[in-house]
């Protein structure tokens, strides 16, 4: 075991630094002078000069690779271009939506996923599992941009419950916060639910099935006491499992949702800095976010280890 | 919207019982885009000025709505005969935010720094005819031109040259320090920057305790946030398509003004067929420019004639030259020896004028044989690939520098324009002693543009003013990006 | 085809039949095709011209003449989601092309020489998962400019390490079957193996994960064109009318309504194919049912 999570800790490490090239790499190639879009279209060639000077791009490429990973690993994030602070300082309350933002909807999605998975398989092969199953079809193949404009539509422009775009802040309290993180949190834990929903179904029938829920059966044990105390516990198991490997997805998620409800996230803080070409935070954004899908992923390998140990024997 | 607007009646209620204890003296602002810095010597970004114009920082001399450079920093100046020095006596007692006072030195110092060798100041051309800068004493600056030089007070009253504390250059982008009615007080990263009232302002103090800037970059949310009262005014509103909710809205006051902006379909005039006048005049003939300002702005930018705005000095309507006549464009492409059109590529940065603009202007040429394929940029690749490397045939673009002529007379420049009829014109026009001389220069500046039709003019790009009525002493125009509200006041 | 799963099918009812008795199979197919059959048609007829202007008759609601109303430039909406129709398949077929062109031949190699051959292989496909799919695809065309073409590549490119994990799972095992070591020992080359007996008897996994990748490359266009980085005017693209419809949610919700239908029910269909394909070919789901 040990030596299964250290090896995969290295390789972790490895595929880590190796993403951080590829990164710093696209960032070279990226067309798009940062200069020249910070100093406009009256910028006279030396002044671009004299500004590449000031941002360091005279020095050789391997030099500023290195220094940037050097900080990087120490928590140094480097300056943003377009605005001359550290990017840790942009960085600290674009955290505080996007990482709500994604609680909620990853709450939103198990939620849904419980209650739409277990009936189902409550009711498995009657009529009430085939709409179930339509519904999680449909979710399943709605876009979660297309569905934030639903919800826009219905909730914000219909009904008036809550803000059709934007966010006001934890300063003015965290009801009216929350209120704003609500659709986008629902565009996108709805159609993860319906993922999930399926994937319940399927594990609550399986552990149905499984030989200690007959005995318990057998032995007297009432049906929705089976289902509630035994199955749905244990059919958690891989849904829990799932959310993890769903994480990327919900990542590249918030990312579309937060543009399309101008939430003041990390995701549109990408995107911003990419159409600005602010490489830095490009480079150390991307490189972060690459890190955490890599260590999520680690954490749901050891959770995989750990419930079927013939993983960590390094067999296929 | 319902709600919103029962809120802002019922707040209105509170208010009112309470009595008229005190006008508001705060104002919210509402804005599309985050400045990256509000240092503007140190980018072009136009959200720095609108913050920081005569708010925060002071120039010797300023733009005022209508256009015209009135004095600041500068009480008064002298020009020599031979236009080449100008001696501005200065303000006394003026002291910057930290407490440093203001002399010459300080325009001694911004001025250098504006044409020093690392100088960064995205403007660096026009400070470009300055010799030098001397100080005969603490109150007097002189500054020595190189050559004569008409638009001289006119550019040292941009925001890029104003003037700053050797003490604060360093940090101004995110700590500003100038002279200005207002001070800062906060920036909140992707949310808003505060200002607060200088009390030590060495003129006529603002009437405002407190202004914020708040950024709202998505449309359908400032429509709702100013509908609501969350942001007092709006004060160059991007979405012309939901202006007409506000025109309902009782409690808000619409003023369609202009910018100095020239909304133009540039042309790649070193490149063939558009080396060829007829060929640039069949093209100003086949778009149809009010549907053009009609799909892209809901009409309110009014169509021009040549590179130049109605709010500048000088302007001349030659809005009737080309006259959209699709037969007469093709009579034109006929004798230029393409009768039957040709394929052209027609660049587009991101602004919606832009996209939907060559989304109209494709289906108007294609009218006339002309096939246009549409190629989207980003900026910064439009920026590389069009601006810096000219390499383009056609490209819709807002010219957002007032009167900036002088684009048309450089060696080079993107769109290839080489006139040497213009360059003569525009060298007399910097030359011009007498306002009469430099009047007339101008108009036939733009005749001559007008004629050749080196870019296709469209529309002058408007500035949609969105506010509660109650806010007074905003402006309706925008000659220079600002958002001047020295002088905003509440009416009771 | 081994015999093994020659027998297998022999012993099962006839391929109609198994078809017609799949409900999702049956479905999808219709809807698969009613999105082909749409795109096709758009090539000869639309209601309207899908790029003509026509202010007069701009932002119409749902109308007899206008079924799906009008945009902001008086465009048929119906007209611009069938040329839309279009462009979301080509730039999916392409992308799903490239992305088992390379990803399935990867996964194929990975599993014939393990070792450290299928080390790196795994872990580029660790790598090209760690990047959240829409943020690479965002740079790659922030590098080669927007455009339909470079839609297809980015896509492509994150289909690549799914075939490959697909091809590589689903062989692994095979190779350790008696009749595929018994070829080895009769002196096959490995490429001949895995042309003769490893692809024949994956392809049916093959299969699904193409029309599972099909929707969500239909997905992933959708997005791409949504943010303006897809298919360019004047080629109507469902996600790029849906940004548009954006500032007119408004006055004008048919706009948002119309394009998000066409996307969900061409996604929909997709996956019901995939889950029916999976249905009638995957002996282990036959038995579970």
């Given at each position: 075991m040990i030596s299964f999570i250290s090896g995969r800790l290295l390789s972790l490490m490895v595929t880590t630094l190796v993403a951080s090239i590829v990164v710093f790499m696209l960032m070279q190639v990226l067309p798009g002078d940062p200069a020249l879009i910070i100093l406009?279209?009256?910028?006279e060639p030396e002044t671009v000069a004299a500004l590449h000077r000031q941002l360091g791009f005279d020095q050789p490429m391997w030099l500023r690779y290195l220094q940037w990973i050097g900080g990087f690993f120490v928590g140094d994030f480097g300056t943003s271009?377009?605005?001359?602070?550290p990017i840790s300082e942009l960085l600290g309350p674009r955290i505080m939506v996007t990482v709500p933002l994604a609680l909620m909807s990853m709450l939103i999605s198990i939620f849904g996923a419980i209650v739409i998975g277990v009936y189902a398989a409550a009711n498995r092969g009657k009529i009430g599992d085939t709409i179930a199953m339509g519904i999680a079809q449909i979710g399943v193949a709605i876009p979660n941009f297309w569905l934030a404009l639903l919800l826009i539509l219905l909730?914000?422009?219909?009904?008036?419950?809550?803000?059709?775009?934007?966010f006001s802040g934890w300063d003015d309290g965290i009801w009216n916060g929350l209120r704003s993180l609500v659709l986008p949190a629902l565009a996108l834990g709805l159609p993860l639910a319906a993922i999930l929903g399926r994937v319940t179904r399927s594990a609550v029938i399986e552990t149905l099935g499984e030989d200690f829920i007959r005995t318990a059966r057998a032995k007297g044990l009432s049906r929705s006491a089976a289902l509630w105390k035994h199955a749905v516990p244990n059919a958690l198991i891989p849904v829990v499992t799932i959310v993890g490997l769903q994480f990327s997805f919900l990542l590249a998620g918030t990312i579309i949702i937060e543009n399309v409800f101008n939430l003041p996230g990390i995701g549109r803080l990408v995107f911003q800095a990419i159409a600005q070409r602010d490489l830095v935070t490009v480079q150390s954004l991307v490189t972060l976010l690459a890190a955490s899908v890599i260590i999520v992923n680690f954490v749901v390998d050891l959770v995989y280890g750990y419930l079927d140990p013939r993983l960590s024997n390094g067999g296929h | 919207m319902r709600s919103a607007l029962k809120w802002g009646l019922a707040a209105g209620l509170i208010a009112m019982s309470m009595g008229t204890a005190s006008a508001k003296d705060t104002l919210t602002i509402g804005q599309t885009l985050e400045p990256p810095?509000?240092?503007?010597t140190a980018g072009a970004a136009a959200p720095i000025r609108y913050i920081t114009?005569?708010?925060l920082y002071e120039g010797l001399v300023r733009v005022m709505q209508d256009g015209s450079v009135q004095p600041l920093l500068a009480e008064s100046w002298t020009v020599s005969d031979d236009q080449k020095t100008y001696t501005f006596t200065l303000r006394q007692g003026v002291k910057f935010h930290d407490g440093s006072s203001f002399d010459c030195s300080n325009v001694k110092f911004s001025y250098e720094r504006a044409v020093?060798?690392?100088?960064?100041?995205?403007?660096k051309g026009l400070f470009e005819p300055i010799e030098k800068t001397e100080c005969p004493d603490a109150a007097t600056a002189v500054v020595t031109l190189k050559r004569p030089t008409s638009n001289f007070l006119f550019n040292m009253a941009w925001g890029d040259a104003v003037m700053m504390s050797p003490d604060s250059v360093a940090d101004n982008k995110t700590n500003p320090v100038g002279t200005g009615p207002f001070k800062f007080k906060e920036w909140v990263k992707g949310d808003k920057v505060v200002l607060e009232k200088?009390?030590?302002?060495?003129?006529?103090?603002?009437?405002?305790s407190q202004v914020t800037f708040k950024f709202i970059s998505d449309p359908s949310a400032a429509a709702a946030a100013i509908q609501a009262g969350?942001?007092?005014?709006?004060?160059?509103?991007?979405?012309?398509?939901?202006v007409n909710r506000f025109q309902n809205d009782a409690n808000l006051q619409v003023e369609i003004g202009s910018t100095s902006g020239k909304v133009v379909l540039a042309l790649?005039?070193?490149r063939k067929p558009f080396d060829d006048v007829r060929v640039r005049q069949a093209l100003a003939h086949a778009i149809d420019r009010k549907s053009v300002a009609e799909g892209t702005y809901s009409g309110f930018g009014a169509p021009i004639?040549?590179?130049?705005?109605?709010?500048?000095?000088?302007?001349?309507?030659?809005?009737?030259?080309?006259?959209?006549?699709p037969a007469k464009a093709k009579e034109l492409l006929q004798a230029a020896g393409v009768p039957d059109g040709f394929e052209m590529t027609i660049q587009l940065p991101p602004p919606t004028y832009a996209r939907r603009g060559g989304e109209i202007i494709a289906a108007m040429l294609a009218e006339v044989g002309i096939r246009a394929n549409l190629v989207p940029l980003e900026f910064p690749q439009w920026l590389e690939q069009?601006?810096?490397?000219?390499?383009?045939?056609a490209t819709i673009i807002?010219?957002?520098?007032?009167?900036?002529?002088?684009i048309y007379a450089r060696?080079?420049?993107?769109?290839?324009?080489?006139n040497p009829e213009y360059k003569a014109l525009y060298k007399a026009f910097t030359e011009a002693s007498s306002e009469e001389q430099q009047m007339d220069l101008l108009g036939q500046l733009q005749r001559k543009l007008s004629a050749d039709e080196p870019n296709v003019f469209l529309y002058a790009f408007p500035k949609i003013g969105v506010w509660n009525?109650?806010?007074?002493?905003?402006?309706?125009?925008?000659?220079?990006p600002a958002d001047d509200v020295t002088q905003a006041y509440w009416e009771e | 085809m081994s015999n093994a799963s020659n027998t297998a099918i022999a012993a099962e009812p006839g391929i109609v039949v198994r078809v017609l008795a799949s409900r999702n199979l049956v479905i999808g197919l219709i809807v698969t095709f009613i999105l082909i059959a749409m795109a096709l048609v758009s090539f000869v007829w639309?209601?309207?011209?899908?790029t003509a202007l026509n202010f007069a008759e701009?932002?119409?609601?749902?109308?007899?003449?206008?079924w799906f109303g009008t945009d902001n430039f008086g465009r048929d909406v119906l007209s611009m989601i069938m040329v839309g129709a279009r462009n979301s398949i080509a730039v999916s077929i392409v992308a799903v092309v490239v992305g088992a062109g390379i990803g399935v031949p990867l996964g194929a190699v990975a599993a014939a020489r393990g070792g450290w051959i299928d080390g790196v292989v795994m872990r580029m496909s660790d790598l090209a998962f760690a990047f959240p799919a829409l943020l690479t695809a965002v740079i790659i065309t922030a590098i080669f400019g927007p455009g339909a073409v470079n839609a297809m590549i980015a896509i492509g490119i994150f289909n690549i390490p799914v075939f490959a994990r697909v091809t590589r799972g689903a062989s692994m095992g095979l190779w350790k079957r008696e009749y595929v070591q018994a070829a080895r020992c009769a002196g096959r080359s490995d490429t001949a193996i895995t042309a003769l007996h490893i692809l024949p008897n994956i392809n049916h996994v093959l299969l699904v994960q193409v029309t599972i990748q099909f929707a969500l490359a239909i997905v992933a266009e959708a997005g791409l064109s949504y943010v303006g980085l897809g298919a360019q005017p004047p080629m109507p693209s469902w996600g790029k009318m849906l940004n548009d419809a954006q500032t007119f949610i408004y006055d004008a919700p048919w706009l948002a309504i119309f394009p998000g239908l066409a996307i969900t029910f061409a996604v929909l269909g997709l996956n019901l194919l995939g889950d029916g394909l999976r249905d009638i070919l995957d002996p282990k789901v036959r038995r579970q049912r």
């Amino acid at each position: 075991m040990i030596s299964f999570i250290s090896g995969r800790l290295l390789s972790l490490m490895v595929t880590t630094l190796v993403a951080s090239i590829v990164v710093f790499m696209l960032m070279q190639v990226l067309p798009g002078d940062p200069a020249l879009i910070i100093l406009g279209m009256n910028a006279e060639p030396e002044t671009v000069a004299a500004l590449h000077r000031q941002l360091g791009f005279d020095q050789p490429m391997w030099l500023r690779y290195l220094q940037w990973i050097g900080g990087f690993f120490v928590g140094d994030f480097g300056t943003s271009i377009t605005y001359s602070v550290p990017i840790s300082e942009l960085l600290g309350p674009r955290i505080m939506v996007t990482v709500p933002l994604a609680l909620m909807s990853m709450l939103i999605s198990i939620f849904g996923a419980i209650v739409i998975g277990v009936y189902a398989a409550a009711n498995r092969g009657k009529i009430g599992d085939t709409i179930a199953m339509g519904i999680a079809q449909i979710g399943v193949a709605i876009p979660n941009f297309w569905l934030a404009l639903l919800l826009i539509l219905l909730f914000a422009l219909k009904l008036l419950w809550f803000p059709a775009s934007g966010f006001s802040g934890w300063d003015d309290g965290i009801w009216n916060g929350l209120r704003s993180l609500v659709l986008p949190a629902l565009a996108l834990g709805l159609p993860l639910a319906a993922i999930l929903g399926r994937v319940t179904r399927s594990a609550v029938i399986e552990t149905l099935g499984e030989d200690f829920i007959r005995t318990a059966r057998a032995k007297g044990l009432s049906r929705s006491a089976a289902l509630w105390k035994h199955a749905v516990p244990n059919a958690l198991i891989p849904v829990v499992t799932i959310v993890g490997l769903q994480f990327s997805f919900l990542l590249a998620g918030t990312i579309i949702i937060e543009n399309v409800f101008n939430l003041p996230g990390i995701g549109r803080l990408v995107f911003q800095a990419i159409a600005q070409r602010d490489l830095v935070t490009v480079q150390s954004l991307v490189t972060l976010l690459a890190a955490s899908v890599i260590i999520v992923n680690f954490v749901v390998d050891l959770v995989y280890g750990y419930l079927d140990p013939r993983l960590s024997n390094g067999g296929h | 919207m319902r709600s919103a607007l029962k809120w802002g009646l019922a707040a209105g209620l509170i208010a009112m019982s309470m009595g008229t204890a005190s006008a508001k003296d705060t104002l919210t602002i509402g804005q599309t885009l985050e400045p990256p810095g509000l240092d503007p010597t140190a980018g072009a970004a136009a959200p720095i000025r609108y913050i920081t114009y005569t708010n925060l920082y002071e120039g010797l001399v300023r733009v005022m709505q209508d256009g015209s450079v009135q004095p600041l920093l500068a009480e008064s100046w002298t020009v020599s005969d031979d236009q080449k020095t100008y001696t501005f006596t200065l303000r006394q007692g003026v002291k910057f935010h930290d407490g440093s006072s203001f002399d010459c030195s300080n325009v001694k110092f911004s001025y250098e720094r504006a044409v020093a060798p690392d100088s960064t100041n995205a403007q660096k051309g026009l400070f470009e005819p300055i010799e030098k800068t001397e100080c005969p004493d603490a109150a007097t600056a002189v500054v020595t031109l190189k050559r004569p030089t008409s638009n001289f007070l006119f550019n040292m009253a941009w925001g890029d040259a104003v003037m700053m504390s050797p003490d604060s250059v360093a940090d101004n982008k995110t700590n500003p320090v100038g002279t200005g009615p207002f001070k800062f007080k906060e920036w909140v990263k992707g949310d808003k920057v505060v200002l607060e009232k200088n009390p030590d302002y060495w003129g006529t103090a603002a009437k405002l305790s407190q202004v914020t800037f708040k950024f709202i970059s998505d449309p359908s949310a400032a429509a709702a946030a100013i509908q609501a009262g969350d942001v007092d005014a709006f004060t160059s509103f991007q979405a012309p398509e939901l202006v007409n909710r506000f025109q309902n809205d009782a409690n808000l006051q619409v003023e369609i003004g202009s910018t100095s902006g020239k909304v133009v379909l540039a042309l790649n005039n070193a490149r063939k067929p558009f080396d060829d006048v007829r060929v640039r005049q069949a093209l100003a003939h086949a778009i149809d420019r009010k549907s053009v300002a009609e799909g892209t702005y809901s009409g309110f930018g009014a169509p021009i004639g040549s590179h130049y705005t109605p709010i500048e000095p000088g302007y001349v309507d030659l809005n009737d030259a080309y006259a959209y006549d699709p037969a007469k464009a093709k009579e034109l492409l006929q004798a230029a020896g393409v009768p039957d059109g040709f394929e052209m590529t027609i660049q587009l940065p991101p602004p919606t004028y832009a996209r939907r603009g060559g989304e109209i202007i494709a289906a108007m040429l294609a009218e006339v044989g002309i096939r246009a394929n549409l190629v989207p940029l980003e900026f910064p690749q439009w920026l590389e690939q069009v601006f810096r490397g000219s390499d383009f045939d056609a490209t819709i673009i807002n010219h957002a520098e007032a009167r900036d002529l002088d684009i048309y007379a450089r060696d080079k420049y993107y769109f290839n324009y080489q006139n040497p009829e213009y360059k003569a014109l525009y060298k007399a026009f910097t030359e011009a002693s007498s306002e009469e001389q430099q009047m007339d220069l101008l108009g036939q500046l733009q005749r001559k543009l007008s004629a050749d039709e080196p870019n296709v003019f469209l529309y002058a790009f408007p500035k949609i003013g969105v506010w509660n009525k109650k806010v007074k002493g905003l402006w309706v125009n925008m000659p220079v990006p600002a958002d001047d509200v020295t002088q905003a006041y509440w009416e009771e | 085809m081994s015999n093994a799963s020659n027998t297998a099918i022999a012993a099962e009812p006839g391929i109609v039949v198994r078809v017609l008795a799949s409900r999702n199979l049956v479905i999808g197919l219709i809807v698969t095709f009613i999105l082909i059959a749409m795109a096709l048609v758009s090539f000869v007829w639309t209601p309207f011209s899908p790029t003509a202007l026509n202010f007069a008759e701009k932002l119409q609601a749902p109308s007899l003449r206008h079924w799906f109303g009008t945009d902001n430039f008086g465009r048929d909406v119906l007209s611009m989601i069938m040329v839309g129709a279009r462009n979301s398949i080509a730039v999916s077929i392409v992308a799903v092309v490239v992305g088992a062109g390379i990803g399935v031949p990867l996964g194929a190699v990975a599993a014939a020489r393990g070792g450290w051959i299928d080390g790196v292989v795994m872990r580029m496909s660790d790598l090209a998962f760690a990047f959240p799919a829409l943020l690479t695809a965002v740079i790659i065309t922030a590098i080669f400019g927007p455009g339909a073409v470079n839609a297809m590549i980015a896509i492509g490119i994150f289909n690549i390490p799914v075939f490959a994990r697909v091809t590589r799972g689903a062989s692994m095992g095979l190779w350790k079957r008696e009749y595929v070591q018994a070829a080895r020992c009769a002196g096959r080359s490995d490429t001949a193996i895995t042309a003769l007996h490893i692809l024949p008897n994956i392809n049916h996994v093959l299969l699904v994960q193409v029309t599972i990748q099909f929707a969500l490359a239909i997905v992933a266009e959708a997005g791409l064109s949504y943010v303006g980085l897809g298919a360019q005017p004047p080629m109507p693209s469902w996600g790029k009318m849906l940004n548009d419809a954006q500032t007119f949610i408004y006055d004008a919700p048919w706009l948002a309504i119309f394009p998000g239908l066409a996307i969900t029910f061409a996604v929909l269909g997709l996956n019901l194919l995939g889950d029916g394909l999976r249905d009638i070919l995957d002996p282990k789901v036959r038995r579970q049912r």
